[in-house]
């Protein structure tokens, strides 16, 4: 699959290579332009190119990667309607996210009791969002090899057929999807803060 990411960071070089080894192909973009990312999908390396937000809107599943206060201008101008979108954004109030406790407990807060993907889906009416990708540092999950632990990433969504797809797609990279259900159950569960977030799921560190 073509596989668009909206925000070039830590996100979309760790995700975006794990999609790059299995054989996908992504379209990466940012806020100030394709060339600026010319080092970033050189160091990707072959099936990665830069380009903008709306060409990576325009791919079969879109990831939106950038800093909860960078969302709202993220997803702006673009017609959401019919496309696929994962959120694999935290809604941390910080310009620099703060993910001690203290920080977590004041950004969800800030939210005053509303669920983070539910504001993505205003802000990207008609978008088949799938919340996913975004439960655990991206540190955790840096072997790319063809023997990498199966590690556990979770997803939630409203639209059954968007999700079903995702899913497909994260448990092609050798990764393993697991589904929590609707936005409304599965993000209480697996957004910033909840329950199921930041818990490094694999074999390998449960035998330890
Ligand atoms: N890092 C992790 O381990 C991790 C794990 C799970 C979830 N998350 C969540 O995933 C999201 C991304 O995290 P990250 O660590 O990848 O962040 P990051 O490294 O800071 O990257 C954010 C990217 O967003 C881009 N951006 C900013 N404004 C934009 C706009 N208007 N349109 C398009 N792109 C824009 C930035 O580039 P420009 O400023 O050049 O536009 C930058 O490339 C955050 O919400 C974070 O909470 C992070």
Redesign the pocket.
Known sequence: MNIGF?????????FGRHLLTAGHTIVV????GPA?LADYVADLGPGAVART?EQAAECDIVI?????L??P??L?GIDWRGRILID?????IDPV?DISLAGVTRSRAALKGRRSSEMVAEMAAGARLVKS???????WIQDFSPNKPRTVIFTSGDDGEAKQLVIELINSTGLVAIDLGPLAMGDAMHD?GGPLSGLDLHLIHRLR
């Open positions: 909206i925000g070039a960071g830590n996100v979309t070089r760790t973009s940012n806020s100030r600026t937000r939106l990667a950038t800093n909860w960078n969302v201008e993220a702006k694999a954004t935290n809604a941390h996210p990708i975004s439960n655990m540092p991206m540190h910033v």
